[in-house]
T-cell receptor, first 113, second 114 residues
């Protein structure tokens, strides 16, 4: 079982639609959670952190359920520029005490005119 | 832009050869992490360097090795290349010891092994 699992998609939605991505993680000791965005053949870029209380950044809302080990991302009023792969990311502490990131395989979103 | 640079951008190697990839971290960042991203997959953690020492490793064989230099730049070396090593190799820099600990990714090196 993968440590971070996502639906690979693709999600094909019209402009203006609301779309939701889900993610589950297996390591209950995971400490911090993020959504990254990756455009085709580019590096991943931090979209937003995910907090237990839920958090919003403009059209983007992220939720975390630690009990269910479940993370979600909601995008409202989709724009053509939202087309990308969205990576669910979990930060964990290694035996050395240092921290690293575990990525899901990503969910591809294609917003259509 | 993140200020993290990687070289070369693209590279083609033959199975069995060795390759060295380079990463310059963002100014002031003392930690570099390396990731391998195969086509259609998310990045997979290879290892991390902090103050010139390896400080954690993912599930990669010893033929993947690295270095960090006093200026915090880093190299990833892969020996005895295999076809499955074809991937995008990403480095990410961060400031170790800071709670926010955001990692900033470079543009990656695309390695093709034939």
């Amino acid at each position: 079982r993968k440590e971070v699992e996502q639906d690979p998609g693709p999600f094909n939605v019209p402009e203006g639609a609301t779309v939701a991505f889900n993610c589950t993680y297996s390591n209950s000791a995971s400490q911090s959670f993020f959504w990254y965005r990756q455009d085709c053949r580019k590096e991943p870029k931090l979209l937003m952190s995910v907090y237990s209380s839920g958090n919003e950044d403009g059209r983007f809302t992220a939720q975390l359920n630690r009990a269910s080990q479940y993370i979600s991302l909601l995008i409202r009023d989709s724009k053509l520029s939202d087309s990308a792969t969205y990576l669910c990311v979990v930060r964990f502490t290694m035996d050395t005490g240092r921290r690293a990131l575990t990525f899901g395989s990503g969910t591809r979103l294609q917003v259509q005119p | 832009e993140t200020g993290v640079t990687q070289s070369p951008t693209h590279l083609i190697k033959t199975r069995g050869q060795q390759v060295t990839l380079r990463c310059s971290s963002q100014s002031g960042h003392n930690t570099v992490s390396w990731y391998q991203q195969a086509l259609g997959q998310g990045p997979q953690f290879i290892f991390q360097y902090y103050r010139e020492e390896e400080n954690g490793r993912g599930n990669f064989p010893p033929r993947f090795s690295g270095l960090q230099f006093p200026n915090y730049s880093s190299e990833l070396n892969v020996n005895a290349l295999e076809l499955d090593d074809s991937a995008l190799y990403l480095c990410a820099s961060s400031l170790g010891g800071v709670p926010s600990y955001e990692q900033y990714f470079g543009p990656g090196t695309r390695l093709t092994v034939t």
